[in-house]
């Protein structure tokens, strides 16, 4: 089992800066791939960044690429995702999830997930 909590949400203006963090229990963190996924109000949620359990393979959506930067520290089991440049369209609910397979880009994938952590960003 893991479990994930998600923390670093906020209000920040346009092109400020965030950091979200995800802490995650459990024996398996290290051999698993972890991920970024948001969900806006009334949009279905999307794929934002993935990194593998070696950090060797990472992906980004194109809204978010030269803008986000994934990162993981297996010492302290959690994952990052430094938020540079934001825009309101950045707005959503960020979710964290575990996968112990490759690094994908598929929610289907993803077997644990945390519960959200809001992201605000004003014009």
């Known amino acids: 089992q893991v479990q994930l909590v998600e923390s670093g949400g906020g209000l920040v203006q346009a092109g400020g800066s965030l950091r979200l963090s995800c802490a995650a229990s459990g024996r398996t963190f290290s051999s698993s791939a972890m991920a970024w996924f948001r969900q806006a109000p009334g949009k279905e949620r999307e794929f934002v960044a993935t990194i593998s359990w070696s950090g060797g393979t990472i992906y980004y959506a194109d809204s978010v690429r030269g803008r986000f930067t994934i990162s993981r520290d297996d010492a302290k089991n959690t994952v990052y995702l430094q938020m540079n440049s934001l825009k309101p369209e950045d707005t959503a609910v960020y979710y964290c999830?575990?996968?112990?397979?490759?690094?994908?880009?598929?929610?289907?994938?993803?077997?644990?997930w945390g519960q959200g952590t809001q992201v605000t960003v004003s014009s």
């Open positions: 999830a575990a996968h112990r397979g490759l690094a994908t880009m598929f929610e289907q994938n993803y077997g644990y």
